[in-house]
T-cell receptor
Framework: DAGVIQSPRHEVTEMGQEVTLRCKPI?????LFWYRQTMMRGLELLIY????????DSGMPEDRFSAKMPNASFSTLKIQPSEPRDSAVYFC????????????FGPGTRLTVT | SQQGEEDPQALSIQEGENATMNCSYK?????LQWYRQNSGRGLVHLIL?????REKHSGRLRVTLDTSKKSSSLLITASRAADTASYFC??????????FGTGTSLTVIP
């Protein structure tokens, strides 16, 4: 299996622009998680899905952030409009229910908003 | 807070020595997991210990769990330079989400 795939790996954008991060989970996994990692705040859970349905989005910082999972093999995290404080590494992870909850992380997208 | 909190924040040892990291948490758990993150990479699952287990081994890793004290420890024996990374504990409650702590940054000096 190719593992969790994220794109792009790096994104540099200007403040006010829309940013879309993409994730392909491991085939057969029914949970998908979006995290944000910064030096100041560590690794934060933003939102997670089960069977394509958002279960908990309490970690989404503001209305500028939105996430979708239109099917079992694809999810997006969108920031509109982006701000410099959104600069971080965004990780997607997936897991399989009944497995104990081990999460498999993608390589991350490093977002820089100037 | 539901997250695990690792201690120490940073640890530097010589190659061949053992490294011990601790984790404390506050809620009841189903299991507790440890992850490693190499610089610039995503987290990698290392080991899972269930709430009814007290100790578990995997290669050079040894994990203990004390649910009465709500704490866990990760021991890496005979450390190698390649073990240099950040280590996170992830206590899992009845839900399916994790709240990672800030991790322990381990440096193994060759």
């Amino acid at each position: 299996d190719a593992g969790v795939i994220q794109s792009p790996r790096h994104e540099v954008t200007e403040m006010g622009q829309e940013v879309t991060l993409r994730c392909k989970p491991i085939s057969g996994h029914d949970y998908l998680f979006w995290y944000r990692q910064t030096m100041m705040r560590g690794l934060e859970l933003l939102i997670y899905f089960n069977n394509n349905v958002p279960i908990d989005d309490s970690g989404m910082p503001e209305d500028r952030f939105s996430a979708k999972m239109p099917n079992a093999s694809f999810s997006t995290l969108k920031i509109q409009p982006s701000e410099p404080r959104d600069s971080a590494v965004y990780f997607c992870a997936s897991s399989l229910s009944g497995s104990g909850g081990e999460q498999y992380f993608g390589p991350g997208t490093r977002l820089t908003v100037t | 807070s539901q997250q695990g909190e690792e201690d120490p924040q940073a640890l530097s040892i010589q190659e061949g020595e053992n490294a011990t990291m601790n984790c404390s948490y506050k809620t009841s758990i189903n299991n507790l997991q440890w992850y490693r993150q190499n610089s610039g990479r995503g987290l990698v699952h290392l080991i899972l210990i269930r709430s009814n287990e007290r100790e578990k081994h995997s290669g050079r890793l040894r994990v203990t769990l004390d649910t009465s004290k709500k704490s866990s420890s990760l021991l890496i024996t005979a450390s190698r330079a390649a073990d240099t990374a950040s280590y996170f504990c992830a206590p899992r409650n009845t839900g399916n989400q994790f709240y990672f702590g800030t991790g322990t940054s381990l440096t193994v000096i060759p």
